[in-house]
């Protein structure tokens, strides 16, 4: 048919329109291990599409923007193609545009400060002094 649709056993579906739902994608292009992951940080808000909150199901196409927190940092990625089934890493790298800011050196994530195991809640004078660390 030339209208856009197709005959299935349950009648007529469209055609795929370059669209994927963005938890599969997410998994799909490799930036979640496990499509389940993907879906519970959408259901979490840790996914936005186009700046806006996504469920799972929600659909993507070429040109949309996608940010995910994951992993203790945010990944920005353009979708450049929809993909629905897991590729490789080197196809996953042609279907995204990664606009992510660089992940923190090992320094940089050192400034945190680790306290002692046991050494309990820090006081009011511990927080200033770490706050004043990371420059808050």
């Known amino acids: 048919m030339t209208d856009g649709t197709r005959t299935t056993a349950t009648g007529t579906a469209p055609l795929e329109a370059g669209t994927a739902r963005v938890d599969a994608w997410i998994w799909s292009v490799r930036l979640t291990k496990t499509r389940s992951v993907a ?7 840790h996914v936005k ?3 806006e909150r996504a469920k ?3 659909q993507v196409r070429a040109g949309d923007e996608v940010r ?3 992993a203790g940092r945010e990944r920005i990625v ?3 193609r929809p993909v629905t089934k897991r590729v490789g890493p080197p196809v996953a790298a042609e279907c995204y545009v990664d606009n992510s800011p660089p992940p923190p050196t090992p ?3 050192a400034v945190v400060g680790i306290r002692d195991r046991g050494a309990g809640r820090p006081t009011k004078r511990d927080r200033r002094e770490m706050e004043h660390l990371r420059g808050h």
């Open 107 to 109: 320094v940089e994530a």
């Open 39 to 45: 879906a519970t940080a959408c259901r979490a808000g």
């Open 49 to 51: 599409v186009n700046g």
């Open 78 to 80: 353009v979708v450049r």
């Open 56 to 58: 799972p199901a929600q």
């Open 68 to 70: 995910l927190f994951h």
